[in-house]
């Protein structure tokens, strides 16, 4: 069975700080897919970043980090330099694979991380 | 970009009756759509998996006589509550996954629709 946790249930920083949401995962799969995505208080999920297990590069966009090491099973996320509107819910979430590995299936997702940011 | 809607946003109902959710991609074909519930400061739990054309395969602990899927074209899925109560109040999410040939199917994800039951 796939099992995601988020051990950090709420996060509350300043702005301009750094903040790093840990997710750590367990499958018996050798290929899946991890997610991460945020919920802001709308209720609609805005998806983030997915990466394959075969994937460990780690990954910059912007603000947003994400470090993967498939060694700890952990795929954790870093907003640099956090602002007010980075104050949502974020959700990491892992995948099985599907159609011989070229697609996943249904996600599992973790308990969330609620991040506040303070002007 | 590929959009996924639901109707409605969001619904109140009394308990016993019945209320349906419709879930649809708008720019793309989907063969697959999952239904995800999420209550209040919780995550969200996959209650279904819907394919076009065939019956849906429901999550362990998810009775399937009371929350009826249908998923009759490659655009549309509906959830549909029967003798809802109020403990079946949350926040009903679908995504689709999209139809495609030779590359990842990529899923979208609806803006969810929140139920109440009075």
């Known amino acids: 069975a796939q099992k995601v946790t988020q051990a950090q249930t709420e996060i509350s920083v300043v702005e301009k700080e750094d903040v790093t949401l840990d997710c750590v995962y367990e499958?018996?799969?050798?290929?899946?897919?991890l997610f991460w995505y945020k919920q802001p208080p709308s209720g609609e999920l805005v998806f983030l970043i997915r990466?394959?297990?075969?994937?460990?590069q780690n990954e910059i966009s912007g603000r947003y980090s994400w470090n993967f090491q498939k060694s700890t099973s952990s795929f954790n996320f870093t907003i640099t330099a956090s602002q007010v509107v980075d104050s949502a819910v974020y959700f990491c979430?892992?995948?099985?694979?599907?159609?011989?590995?070229?697609?996943?299936?249904?996600?599992?997702f973790g308990q969330g991380t609620i991040l506040t940011v303070h002007p | 970009g590929a959009v996924v809607s639901q109707h409605p946003s969001w619904v109140i109902c009394k308990s016993g009756t019945s209320v349906k959710i419709e879930c649809r991609s708008l720019?793309?074909?989907?063969?697959?759509m999952f239904w995800y519930r999420q209550f209040p400061k919780q995550s969200l739990m996959l209650m279904a998996t819907?394919?076009?054309?065939?019956?849906?395969?429901?999550e362990q602990g998810v009775e399937k006589d009371k929350f009826l899927i249908n998923h009759a074209s490659l655009t549309l899925s509906t959830l549909t509550v029967t003798s809802a109560h109020p403990e079946d109040s949350s926040f009903y999410i679908c995504?689709?996954?999209?139809?495609?040939?030779?590359?990842?199917?990529?899923?979208?994800f609806g803006p969810g629709t929140r139920l109440t039951v009075t």
């Open positions: 819907s394919n076009e054309g065939s019956k849906a395969t429901y």
């Open positions: 990466r394959n297990s075969f994937d460990e």
């Open positions: 499958t018996r799969d050798t290929t899946y897919y």
């Open positions: 995504s689709a996954r999209a139809l495609t040939s030779g590359s990842l199917g990529e899923q979208y």
């Open positions: 720019d793309f074909q989907a063969t697959t």
């Open positions: 979430a892992l995948s099985e694979p599907i159609a011989g590995g070229t697609s996943y299936g249904k996600l599992t």
